[in-house]
C-alpha cells in the first residue's frame, strides 16, 4: 500500500463517502420511485401492448390504412396551424419588438392568457362567440330574421386551426420578439449604410439572423399542435381525428385497447422526435453575438406605412384575444333565445339562472351530478395535486439545483412527461391499473395521480433555478453561527423560495383545474372534474345546458386567470421563457 | 465634398449638438476629436442618414442630403465594434454592398479579392466572423465599407477595442489605405494620438461646437482655448492676472508674456506652461525669480527617452535628468513654453 494514500483505507471516511452516497440519492427516492410506478412502467405497458398487438396481430390492413389517415390528418393539421400562427405570430412579434403603442404591456398580457386556459375554456369561448348559440350567429339571426344560424364553426377544420392560433401566437411573439428585442440594431443600420432598403435590410440581414429562434418557435408550435387533443375534440367534432382523439377513442369507445397502444407508441416517437429536434435547435443558439440588454422600449410609428401596420395588427391581435375570452363570461350571464319548450315569446336580457342551475338536480336521477359537485371534485384534485407535487418536486429540484453526474444522468428523466401527451399518459393508467393488486381505476385516485404527473416537470422547473440561485456560503455560514440543518433551511432557504414554491404550487393547482386529456381518459363518470362536466354540458343539445357549460367555463377561466396573473407577479425576473 | 452646416441634436431633452459646421474637402481626411459623450458618433450617425438632426443641414457637392435616405448616400460607415454580420462569411460581408449595388457576379468577385488583399485578408474569405480576432474582424468592417466604393467612409472610434500594439499597427494601415483610396473621411475619436496620426485637420469638439480645427501641428501649436489645452494634454494651464508693468502673475510666479490681444491691468489672464524645455536652477533663497517656478517634486515617471516630473502644486513638466522624489527643484522656462490662452 502506498504510504502516501492513507485516505483509502480510513474506515471513518468510507463510512462518511458511503453516507454521503446515501444522500445524494435520497432525494430521489420519493420522486424517482412515483415517476417508476406511474409513468415509466403505464409507458412500458402501452409500449409492450402496442408492439405486442402490432407484431403478433399482425398489422392487419383494416387498422393499418386509418391509423396513416389519422396519421397524415395529425401532421396535415398541425403544418396548416403552424403556418397560421407564424403569419399572426412574426407581424405581432415584429409589432413588440420595435414599436412603442399605448396599452402595449395589456396587448401582450391578452396574448400571453391563452396559452395558459385549460382547452375547455378556449373551446368554450370560441363556442360563445362563433357556435350554434353564440353571439355572432344570435345575433344575425336576430338581425335578419333567419331561422338557423348563418355560421357553422363547430365541427370544421377552421375552428380548430383558429384555436392553435388563439393558442400557440404567444410563442411566436416571446421566441422571436426575444430575440428581435437583443438584436444589435447596428446591423441593420450598417446594411443601410451599404445601400440596402428596407426591404432588402429585413431579408438580407433581419430575417436571417431570426432564422434560429423562428425554426424553434415553429417547431414547439408544431408539437403542441400536433398533440392538441381538448380543442379537437370539443371543436372539431366527430368527423375529425387526430392521434390523440383516436387513442381516446379507441380506448373509452370501441374499448380497443391493443390499437390505442399502437396509436399511443407512433404518437410517442414522433414527440420523442420533435422534442430532439427542439432542444438540439436550443442549444445550439445558432450564431452567436456579443449579449446585449434587451431594447424593450420601441419607437413610436413614424410613417403612413408604419402607422398603418400597427394600427392594422394591434385591431386584429384585439379581436383574436379578446372577443372569445369577452363572449364567453358575457354569454354565460345572458339569455339569447327560447328556452327548449318555450316557443311562444323569445327571452332576453341578463340572468343569472345558468349560474343557479348548478346546484339543482331538475332531472331526479341518481346518475346526474350537479355540476356543483364537479366544482368540489376539481378544487379537491387540485389541492391534492398541489401537495403531492411540492412533495415530490422539492427534493428533486433541491438535488437538481446542485447537479453532480449523478444528476445530469437523471435530470432529463423528470422532464420526459412533459413530453409524453397527457392522454398518452392516461391511457397508461387504465391498462396498468385495471387489475389487483393495483386496482386503482374504480377509484378517484387516479385522477390527482395524472395531474401530478403533469405538473411536477413544471414544478421542478420553476423551484430549481430559485434553489440554485441561494448561494452555499448563506448555508455555511448559518451552519457555522451555530444554525441546525432544519433551522439553516428555515432561516435561509425558505425565504428565498418562498415566491417560486407559492408560484410552483399555483401552477400546479391551475394545471389540475384545467387538466383535460389525462382526464377524460381517468375520470371515472360519478365524479366528474369541471373541464369533463364542461365537455358533457356542451356537447348536450339545450340552451340550459350550453348555459351551464358557459357559467361553468367563465368560472374555470376567472379561477385560472387569477392564478395567471399571480404567476406572473411572482415570475423572479430573467426567468426563461420556456 | 461634405459640407455640415449648423447642425442642432438634442437628446433627451439637452443639446448634444449646438449649431455644428465643419466641411470636408476631396482625398482629406478629417478627425473628429472630442470627449466620450459629445456627440461624435451622433454626428456620424446624422451624416450616415440614420438619424435626423433638429435643425441644419448636410451636403453633398452643394446638394442638401435631409431627403435622401442611409441607403442611397453611398457613405460607408465603420462602426465602433464593427457590426459585422454574423450569419454571413467575410467574403459575403465583404459582398454585401456589392451586392446592394446589383454588380453582376464576376465583378463582385474581383472587388472582394482586391480589398481582401488591401487589408491583408486574403486567405480568410472563408471564415465565419466571428470566429476572428478583434484586428481581423476591424479589418474586414473596413474591407466592407471600402468594397462599394463609397463616395465618403467614416470611422466611430474603430480601434477602440484594440489593444495598443495592435492599434499603433492598424492606424498607419489605415493611413496608407485612406491616402491611397483618396476618399474624403471622418474620423471620430476620442484618442489624440489616433487623430493626430490620421488627420489632414483636426477639428476639436467641445460642448456641441468645433472649438478648433487646423492641421495636427497648428492645433498642439496653438489649442486655443484653456479647455483644449487641458482635454489635450498640451502643457499645465495657470490662472493669473495682468499686472502694471505688463507681466502676468499667477500663484505659482510671475511671467513675461506675448499676448495676440492686449489686456488691461487687473485682468484675469490663463497661461500655458508648456511642460518641455525647461532647466533646472540652483536653489537660493528668497522668492522665485521671474520667469521660474519651483515645487517638490512628488513623482517621477519614465517617459520615453526622458522623465516626467510632477510637482506638489499640480505642474508638470519633462527632464532628461530626474530628481528624487521629496526634493525641492526650481526650473527656468524658456519664454518659448510660456504662452497666453485666450
Known amino acids: 500500500m502506498d504510504s502516501d494514500s492513507p485516505s483509502l483505507i480510513n474506515p471513518a471516511l468510507v463510512r462518511r463517502q458511503r453516507a454521503g452516497a446515501w444522500r445524494r440519492v435520497l432525494p430521489w427516492l420519493a420522486p424517482g420511485l412515483f415517476l417508476g410506478l406511474f409513468f415509466f412502467y403505464p409507458l412500458g405497458s402501452i409500449l409492450w401492448l402496442g408492439l405486442h398487438s402490432a407484431l403478433l396481430g399482425g398489422i392487419v390492413a383494416s387498422v393499418f390504412l386509418p391509423t396513416v389517415q389519422v396519421f397524415l390528418f395529425t401532421v396535415y393539421q398541425a403544418l396548416l396551424s403552424t403556418l397560421l400562427t407564424l403569419a399572426l405570430g412574426l407581424p405581432s412579434a415584429f409589432l413588440f419588438a420595435r414599436y412603442a403603442f399605448r396599452g402595449k404591456s395589456f396587448l401582450r398580457l391578452l396574448t400571453a392568457i391563452p396559452f395558459m386556459l385549460p382547452t375547455v375554456v378556449v373551446a368554450a369561448g370560441f363556442n360563445a362567440l362563433l357556435g350554434g348559440r353564440g353571439w355572432i350567429n344570435l345575433g344575425a339571426m336576430n338581425l335578419f330574421h333567419l331561422t338557423t344560424p348563418p355560421i357553422t364553426f363547430v365541427g370544421t377544420l377552421g375552428a380548430i386551426l383558429l384555436a392553435h392560433v388563439f393558442y400557440n401566437t404567444t410563442i411566436v411573439i416571446r421566441l422571436v420578439g426575444n430575440a428581435l428585442s437583443h438584436l444589435d440594431p447596428r446591423l441593420e443600420q450598417a446594411a443601410r449604410t451599404l445601400g440596402a432598403d428596407s426591404r432588402r435590410v429585413f431579408w438580407n440581414v433581419t430575417l436571417p439572423l431570426l432564422r434560429v429562434p423562428i425554426l424553434a418557435a415553429s417547431l414547439l408550435v408544431f408539437l403542441f399542435d400536433f398533440t392538441s387533443f381538448g380543442v379537437i375534440l370539443l371543436l372539431g367534432g366527430p368527423h375529425f381525428s387526430t392521434l390523440e382523439v383516436a387513442i381516446y377513442e379507441q380506448a373509452t369507445q370501441l374499448l380497443n385497447l391493443p390499437l390505442a397502444a399502437l396509436l399511443s407508441f407512433v404518437q410517442l416517437c414522433c414527440t420523442l422526435v420533435f422534442s430532439i429536434l427542439y432542444s438540439r435547435l436550443v442549444t445550439r443558439r445558432g450564431v452567436s453575438s456579443t449579449p446585449r440588454p434587451a431594447d424593450t422600449k420601441g419607437r413610436p410609428a413614424r410613417t403612413w406605412r408604419e402607422r398603418f401596420f400597427v394600427g392594422g395588427i394591434v385591431v386584429l391581435l384585439f379581436l383574436m384575444f379578446v372577443l372569445p375570452l369577452v363572449s364567453l363570461p358575457l354569454r354565460s350571464v345572458t339569455r339569447l333565445e327560447a328556452d327548449r319548450g318555450q316557443h311562444t315569446a323569445v327571452q332576453y336580457g341578463l340572468t343569472g339562472a345558468y349560474y343557479l342551475d348548478l346546484f339543482q338536480n331538475p332531472s331526479e336521477t341518481i346518475f346526474y351530478v350537479p355540476p356543483f359537485a364537479a366544482i368540489g371534485n376539481s378544487l379537491l384534485y387540485a389541492t391534492v395535486t398541489v401537495v403531492l407535487s411540492l412533495l415530490l418536486g422539492f427534493p428533486a429540484a433541491s438535488a437538481l439545483a446542485r447537479p453532480t453526474r449523478l444528476e445530469r444522468v437523471l435530470d432529463p428523466f423528470f422532464l420526459l412527461p412533459l413530453g409524453a401527451s397527457a392522454v398518452t399518459l392516461g391511457l397508461g393508467f387504465i391498462i396498468t391499473f385495471n387489475r389487483p393488486p393495483l386496482l386503482l381505476v374504480t377509484s378517484p385516485v387516479l385522477v390527482p395521480l395524472a395531474h401530478t404527473l403533469v405538473a411536477l416537470p413544471f414544478v421542478i422547473r420553476i423551484l430549481q433555478p430559485a434553489l440554485a440561485s441561494i448561494p452555499d456560503r448563506l448555508r455555511q455560514a448559518a451552519a457555522s453561527l451555530g444554525a441546525p440543518a432544519f433551522r439553516v433551511w428555515l432561516t435561509v432557504d425558505w425565504p428565498i423560495v418562498r415566491r417560486a414554491t407559492l408560484s410552483a404550487a399555483v401552477f400546479a393547482f391551475t394545471i389540475s383545474l384545467g387538466e383535460f386529456g389525462a382526464s377524460s381518459l381517468v375520470v371515472r363518470p360519478e365524479y366528474p372534474t369541471l373541464p369533463i362536466a364542461i365537455a358533457r354540458f356542451l356537447s348536450q343539445p339545450g340552451a340550459s345546458n350550453y348555459g351551464q357549460a358557459m357559467a361553468m367555463a367563465t368560472i374555470l377561466m376567472a379561477v385560472c386567470a387569477a392564478g395567471i396573473v399571480l404567476i406572473e407577479r411572482l415570475r423572479l425576473p430573467g426567468a426563461g421563457e420556456f | ?342
Open chain 2, 1 to 342: 465634398m461634405l459640407e455640415v452646416i449648423d447642425l442642432w441634436k438634442f437628446y433627451e431633452g439637452s443639446p448634444l449638438l449646438c449649431g455644428l459646421s465643419f466641411h470636408v474637402a476631396q482625398g482629406e481626411t478629417v478627425c473628429l476629436l472630442g470627449p466620450s459623450g459629445s456627440g461624435k458618433s451622433t454626428l456620424l450617425r446624422i451624416i450616415a442618414g440614420l438619424e435626423t438632426p433638429e435643425r441644419g443641414q448636410v451636403c453633398w457637392e452643394g446638394r442638401d442630403l435631409a431627403g435622401v435616405p442611409a441607403h442611397q448616400r453611398g457613405f460607408g460607415l465603420v462602426f465602433q465594434d464593427y457590426a459585422l454580420f454574423p450569419h454571413l462569411t467575410v467574403e459575403q460581408n465583404v459582398a454585401f454592398g456589392l451586392k446592394m449595388q446589383s454588380r453582376p457576379a464576376s465583378e463582385v468577385a474581383d472587388r472582394v479579392s482586391k480589398v481582401l488583399a488591401q487589408v491583408n485578408l486574403s486567405d480568410m474569405g472563408g471564415r465565419t466572423v466571428t470566429d476572428l480576432s478583434g484586428g481581423e474582424q476591424q479589418r474586414v468592417a473596413l474591407a466592407r465599407a471600402l468594397a462599394p466604393e463609397p463616395r465618403l467612409l467614416m470611422f466611430d472610434e474603430p480601434l477602440g477595442a484594440l489593444d495598443r500594439n495592435l492599434r499603433e499597427h492598424l492606424m498607419v494601415e489605415l493611413r496608407s489605405i485612406l491616402r491611397a483610396s483618396r476618399v474624403p473621411a471622418v474620423y471620430v475619436t476620442h484618442d489624440q494620438e489616433e487623430a493626430f496620426t490620421l488627420a489632414d485637420r483636426v477639428l476639436l469638439l467641445h460642448e456641441g461646437q468645433i472649438i478648433r480645427s487646423g492641421a495636427p501641428p497648428e492645433v498642439w501649436g496653438d489649442p486655443g482655448s484653456a479647455w483644449a489645452a487641458r482635454f489635450l494634454g498640451v502643457g499645465n494651464v495657470v490662472e493669473g492676472v495682468m499686472r502694471g508693468d505688463g507681466r502676468v502673475a499667477t500663484s505659482i510666479g510671475v511671467f513675461a508674456v506675448k499676448c495676440s490681444s492686449p489686456h488691461r491691468v487687473g485682468e484675469p489672464v490663463t497661461l500655458l506652461l508648456r511642460p518641455a524645455g525647461a532647466w533646472p536652477l540652483p536653489l537660493k533663497g528668497g522668492a522665485a525669480p521671474e520667469g521660474c517656478v519651483s515645487g517638490t517634486v512628488t513623482d517621477v515617471v519614465f517617459h520615453l527617452e526622458r522623465f516626467k516630473v510632477s510637482l506638489s502644486n499640480g505642474l508638470f513638466f519633462y527632464l532628461a535628468d530626474p530628481p528624487r522624489v521629496g526634493e525641492e527643484i526650481r526650473l527656468e522656462l524658456p519664454p518659448s513654453a510660456i504662452a497666453c490662452l485666450p
